[in-house]
């Protein structure tokens, strides 16, 4: 079963980290992905730009309304994520736990939605 493990980042938190703590967080990534892809359970992984480069978009009576920032007003937000292909739910939360940025924030952990066309299976 295919999960996406959803990764929230919160700026101050970042900020109040030490170089060594930023790095260790980074260092955490690279030993995840090194696991995660021997085991064959990583199928993607991207970090995100920050809440300052982002856009909505609206269709309102039919066009589109661009703005410009998230959604919300919100200190976390969405920094990153991992699509993981994982035996067991449990092992999707094991593989969350593992994510560094879960000591400083959190991961959230949702089981994908196979699309098949317009037909979808859960």
Request: aromatic letters at 8%; glycine letters at 10%; proline letters at 4%.
């Amino acid at each position: 079963m295919k999960y996406l493990l959803m990764i929230y980042m919160n700026d101050e938190t970042w900020a109040g980290l030490s170089a060594a703590g930023r790095d260790a967080v980074m260092a955490g990534h690279e030993e995840l992905q090194r696991i995660t892809r021997e085991s064959g359970e990583l199928l993607d992984t991207n970090a995100l730009g920050g809440p300052s480069t982002t856009s909505v978009v609206r269709v309102l009576d039919g066009e589109p309304v661009v703005t410009d920032g998230p959604f919300l007003e919100a200190k976390e937000y969405l920094a990153g994520y991992y699509l993981m292909d994982c035996e067991s739910r449990e092992r999707a939360l094991e593989l969350a736990a593992m994510v560094p940025d879960s000591r400083h924030g959190a991961t959230e952990v949702w089981p994908v939605m196979v699309s098949s066309g317009w037909t979808c299976e859960w």
